[in-house]
């Protein structure tokens, strides 16, 4: 059996950055975790001492405190800025952008929409700023139950369907006068998505490495599975099941932005040795 990684997958720029930040501060704690993957956490718990704190209001006690590549509220920020501890913002630039935009949106007079998982902390990171509060949609009827005034700017959560979001912006068009739209999906979640398609079309077996909390990795995996239907979503080696390789000539991998190189080397190693 051919093993074939997908042209684009694992660590983006804002993960490479956050993880750069945490192995160099070592000794330190993060706001939340770093990144949606538990292996690579326990590898910094372990190798820099890197600890992991439910939010900012863990913070007594802590010397130096990083802020997760999600973000964390604005009020969140505020309390640590209050407090005596050192911070060091990994957030990614990629979403400190939507950030700023809700801030600013909102404070033109616009009614700010984003979309994306209301539960995800990047979600919650970015709805934080915007002055009057903002509004969080995943599909056109979840639009279609709001009431917006005549100003309106859309953002999108940095790891979701480019196809999904348009649906979402071409409901806004038509139906509303004034509509200023911000493609806040960040380049690596194209690439990554893009890249996967591909290989689902050809592969008799997709492998997603990634963290299942990770939104990026579970639209890499909703993907693998639209055109691949043997797909299975896996965090490390342990997970692999030999009967998913049986009469297959091409199994595809690919993996999450927030998935490191020696994760998916393991898994590329046991697949490697399967025999069917």
Known sequence: ???????????????????????????????????????????????????????????????????????????GLLTLQNSDTKIINATCPFVTKPQMICENMSEEGYDVVIFGDKNHPEVKSVQSYAKNGAKVVLTVPDLKALKLGKKIAIVSQTTRKIEEFLLLTDYLVRNFKEVRVFNTICNATFENQDAAKELAKEADVMVVIGG??????????????????????????????????????????????STPDWIIEKVIGKISKIKV
């Open 1 to 75: 059996m051919e093993i074939k990684l997908a042209k684009s997958y694992g660590f983006c720029f804002g993960v490479k950055r956050a993880i750069n930040i945490a192995e160099n501060t070592k000794d330190a704690s993060t706001v939340g975790p770093l990144i949606h993957n538990n292996e690579e956490i326990n590898r910094l718990q372990t190798n820099f001492n890197v600890n992991t704190l439910k939010d900012e209001n863990d913070i007594e006690g802590v010397k130096r405190a990083i802020i997760r590549t999600h973000g964390i509220t604005k009020n």
């Open 212 to 257: 299942k909390n990770s939104s990026n990795t579970k639209q890499l995996f909703s993907i693998s599975k639209e055109y691949c239907n043997d797909s299975f979503l896996i965090e490390n080696e342990k997970e692999l099941k030999k009967e998913w390789f049986e009469n297959k000539n091409l199994c595809g991998i690919t993996a999450g932005a």
